[in-house]
C-alpha cells in the first residue's frame, strides 16, 4: 500500500482524514501536514520534510491548486524530488485511495473527484421524470 500525504491550509488535511476514518476506519497510512496561519513555507517544508522522510513511497493530495502547500511541494518536483501530487482534494479521492489500497488496484483520482462533485437538485429532478415515465 502507498502512503498518502494530506497537505491544506489549516487543519483540513487533519478533519478530512478524520472524516474518511469515520467511514473506513483507522488510516495508519495516512499523513497530514497543515499549513497553520502562523507558519510560513521554511515551517512547512520542514513538516513536510519530517513527516515524508521514512516513506518509502507516497502520494500527495492537496487542498488548492496554486495555493501555498501546492505551490511549496510544486517546487519540490520541479528540484527534483519523485511523488505524485494531486490538487483539490476531497473525501471521495480519500476513499478512492483507501479502496484501491486495500484491493491492490489502481485508481483514478482525479476522475473520482469530477465524478462525485454533482448538482443534487439536478438528480433529483432527473429521478422524478424517471419515476413519471414508468
Do not use: R, W
Request: with cysteine; net charge negative; glycine share 6%.
Amino acid at each position: 500500500m502507498n502512503n498518502l500525504v494530506l497537505v491544506s491550509h489549516g487543519n483540513f488535511c487533519t478533519e478530512l482524514k478524520a472524516s474518511a476514518e469515520m467511514i473506513m476506519g483507522e488510516q495508519k497510512k495516512i499523513y497530514t501536514i497543515p499549513l497553520l496561519a502562523e507558519e510560513g513555507e521554511k515551517e512547512f517544508l520542514a513538516k513536510f520534510e519530517a513527516s515524508t522522510q521514512s516513506l518509502d513511497d507516497f502520494i500527495v493530495f492537496s487542498d488548492l491548486l496554486g495555493g501555498t502547500p501546492c505551490n511549496i511541494l510544486s517546487k519540490k518536483i520541479m528540484n527534483g524530488a519523485s511523488f505524485e501530487l494531486y490538487a483539490g482534494m476531497n473525501l471521495p479521492m480519500v476513499i478512492s485511495f483507501v479502496n484501491a489500497s486495500m484491493l491492490g488496484s489502481e485508481s483514478d483520482f482525479v476522475a473520482e473527484a469530477k465524478e462525485n462533485t454533482v448538482k443534487v437538485n439536478e438528480l433529483l429532478t432527473a429521478d422524478a421524470f424517471d419515476e413519471e415515465d414508468e
